[in-house]
């Protein structure tokens, strides 16, 4: 299983790069939602991958699609828990900014996701009954600004400061964050709800 891939881009194309990793060339799939926040310029990439077989009648072959972060990852392997949307269907759906399509789902937007490629009125429905006040802390997202992430501690609080570090948030205003998110609900007992909780502080201001 391949779940990180890190080396030169030799080539890009409209939904994938090429990616040459010691000699060894790659082609990772990306979700154009993904694909926007990857520097034009770069020359080197390190991505978290989602690694699948896709079968056909007559063959069968590897399939790395790529992400910039784990917390894109996890989004994504929520949202093929959704009847009928597969890993490469997923792909193209995803077309929008991963925040923007959290919000929507959060609130109900069916208009919105509808509007995504691949996804009828139907399926947006689903998708919303299935995923809704699951994915808060998705919609936490940023555009990437890189700062060093620290070691994840079990403590709750530790736990989801490191996940709003990853999401490109500084650390004093991450805190402050969490600290209000705490004071609005003192009964969360995990990060999940911790990070939910500061989403629907966040989503009012």
Excluded: W
Aim: charged letters at 25%; hydrophobic letters at 40%; one cysteine or more.
């Amino acid at each position: 299983m391949i779940c990180r891939i890190s080396g030169k881009i030799l080539q890009r194309k409209e939904s994938s790069l090429i990616i040459d990793v010691q000699g060894l060339g790659y082609e990772v799939f990306i979700p154009q939602g993904v694909f926007i926040s990857l520097p034009r310029q770069a020359v080197e990439c390190d991505l978290f991958t989602f690694h699948y077989l896709q079968t056909d009648p007559s063959k069968s072959f590897p399939i790395l699609i790529g992400f910039v972060n784990e917390i894109e990852k996890e989004f994504f392997e929520k949202f093929i828990t959704v009847s009928g949307i597969g890993p490469k269907a997923a792909v193209r759906c995803l077309s929008e900014p991963i925040a923007h399509i959290a919000r929507a789902i959060d609130s109900g937007d069916v208009s919105f996701l509808k509007s995504l490629p691949g996804i009828g009125n139907q399926r947006a429905r689903e998708i919303v009954a299935k995923l809704q006040g699951k994915v808060g802390k998705f919609s936490l997202i940023q555009s990437p600004e890189q700062e060093q992430v620290p070691e994840i501690k079990t403590d709750l609080e530790q736990e989801a400061l490191s996940v709003l570090l990853q999401l490109q948030y500084k650390k004093t205003e991450a805190e402050l964050m969490i600290k209000k998110a705490i004071q609005r609900n003192n009964n969360i007992t995990n990060s999940e709800e911790l990070l939910n909780e500061v989403y629907r502080q966040k989503s009012k201001q």
